[in-house]
């Protein structure tokens, strides 16, 4: 077994059950490592222990700041997401989605379309890796699309009552899937922008 590197430092983080904690540069390290497993071996292969010997850890370590993998992946696939939507506040809701879209990396979507679709079928036989993405990946996009979409409301750019509201998280996730299953082509920053023109603004009334 790996034994801990220097590099791993302790602070506290808050709540219940408080953990030793990593440098940042540690962690995106970690991060990495998990990722790199995921695209070679796939959820079902990958191990605590290889995810340690991998970044030069002990598993030690990986249970004291994380539950096991699940976990351990859906915060990996995060670290790796641009700032979050919350933060992104232009004046428009025209500008919001073009910097939402200006800020992701073709190459990475292109690296990560595979990945994204292993673990899709993964979560149909481990419902622990779904509550992990939901809690940690998925539910901190849809607060800060809700906002997005709000403050799009509040200045008269949508109608509160548009019907299309509740589904755009429905419209973009299924942009990012279908294209793969239809056009054989993973969706890049280019797809994304002329389907948000002629999808999801024309359906919001915007």
């Known amino acids: 077994m790996a034994t801990t590197t220097t590099r791993e430092t302790s602070a506290a983080s808050a709540g219940p059950g408080r953990r030793s904690r990593l440098t940042p540069q540690r962690e995106a390290e970690l991060y990495t490592a998990v990722l790199d497993l995921l695209r070679e071996f796939g959820y079902e292969a ?3 222990h290889a995810v340690a010997a991998r970044a ?7 249970y004291r700041l994380w539950a096991g ?4 992946v859906a915060v990996a696939l995060r670290h790796q997401q641009p ?3 919350a933060e992104i506040d232009t004046g428009t809701l025209r500008g919001d989605f073009r910097t ?6 073709d190459r990475q979507m292109v690296k990560d379309a595979l990945l994204m679709r292993g673990l899709f079928q993964a979560v149909h036989t481990h419902p622990e890796l779904l ?3 939901r809690d940690l990946l998925v539910d901190p996009e849809l607060t800060g699309l809700d906002a997005l979409l709000a403050r799009a409301v509040e200045r008269g750019e949508i109608a509160a ?3 299309a509201l509740p589904f755009v998280p429905h419209m973009l996730l299924g942009a990012l899937i279908t294209r793969q299953l239809i056009e054989d082509e993973t969706a890049d920053r280019a797809f994304l922008t002329h389907y ?5 603004f024309p359906a919001l009334g915007a």
Request: aromatic share 0%; charged share 20%; net charge negative.
């Open 46 to 48: 990958l191990t605590m």
């Open 56 to 62: 030069q850890c002990s598993k030690a370590t990986l």
């Open 69 to 72: 993998k699940a976990e351990l």
């Open 83 to 85: 700032a979050a939507l």
């Open 100 to 105: 939402m879209v200006a800020q992701m990396d």
């Open 131 to 133: 509550q992990a993405l």
């Open 161 to 163: 009552d548009s019907p």
């Open 196 to 200: 948000i023109d002629a999808v999801v």
